[in-house]
């Protein structure tokens, strides 16, 4: 089941009036581009790590007590204000592919992997070039850090073109780090990353880490 908001985003709820706060698409690719997290990024975590979106009245006082962050992520267009509950989206890792990563891409051709190499699920393409492609990922994050040890933090994300006038990229390589785990997004054709299946996405690998995490 997709997630669906039982009220749109909207940057015209005033504070007062809202009640749970949840994150934008883009506040979820965002909040998830770094394996350092900074304090806005933090907070936009703090929102997907329940089985509902976080009462504001909790965030605030856990994430904004100076009254700056809400106002910050807002100009970000990073999260968006609910007057409704929202629940996280009932979905199993097994159903990414069918459910999730295919929206992200303009093609519905993707393909989830880890920064390892493997292969979590992939929509539109066969069984070898989804692990081919997860392969690729690996070895770009191997690339990724020899680039960051030299002093260029520039080359995290990327793009190929098969097309000389490079219009539309053929594979787009997306990365996420999430609790302390990093992932890859491929996706064929343009990359459709302002979508609510990105923010089910992020939701569902943090719900289902915290479902399977060995006890301590």
């Given at each position: 089941m997709s997630l669906e908001l039982v009220e749109p985003a909207s940057q015209d709820i005033p504070a007062d009036a809202a009640k749970w706060l949840l994150p934008t698409p883009r506040g979820a690719l965002h909040g998830f581009s770094t394996p350092e997290p900074g304090p806005a990024?933090?907070?936009?975590q703090a929102l997907l790590s329940a089985p509902?979106?976080?009462e504001l009245a909790r965030w605030r006082q856990e994430h904004d007590r100076n009254g700056r962050m809400l106002q910050q992520l807002q100009e970000k267009q990073w999260v968006?204000?609910?007057?409704?509950?929202?629940?996280?989206?009932?979905?199993?890792?097994?159903?990414?592919?069918?459910?999730?990563?295919?929206?992200?891409?303009?093609?519905?051709?993707?393909?989830?992997?880890s920064d390892s190499g493997f292969c979590l699920g992939h929509s539109g393409l066969d069984q070898d070039l989804a692990e081919t492609l997860s392969a690729a990922a690996a070895d770009y994050s191997s690339f990724v850090a020899r680039q960051a040890r030299r002093?260029?933090?520039?080359?995290?994300?990327?793009?190929?073109?098969?097309?000389?006038?490079?219009?539309?990229?053929?594979?787009?390589?997306?990365?996420l780090w999430i609790d302390g785990s990093g992932y890859w997004l491929v996706l064929a054709g343009e990359p459709l990353l302002n979508n609510l299946a990105m923010v089910e996405l992020v939701w569902s690998i943090r719900l289902a880490g915290a479902r399977f995490a060995a006890p301590l």
């Open positions: 990024q933090r907070a936009v509902q979106a976080m968006q204000l609910l007057r409704r509950q929202v629940p996280a989206p009932d979905v199993r890792l097994g159903d990414f592919a069918q459910h999730v990563i295919a929206p992200l891409s303009g093609e519905r051709r993707a393909v989830l992997a002093g260029w933090p520039g080359a995290q994300r990327v793009a190929f073109h098969n097309d000389p006038d490079m219009l539309l990229p053929e594979w787009s390589f997306v990365p």
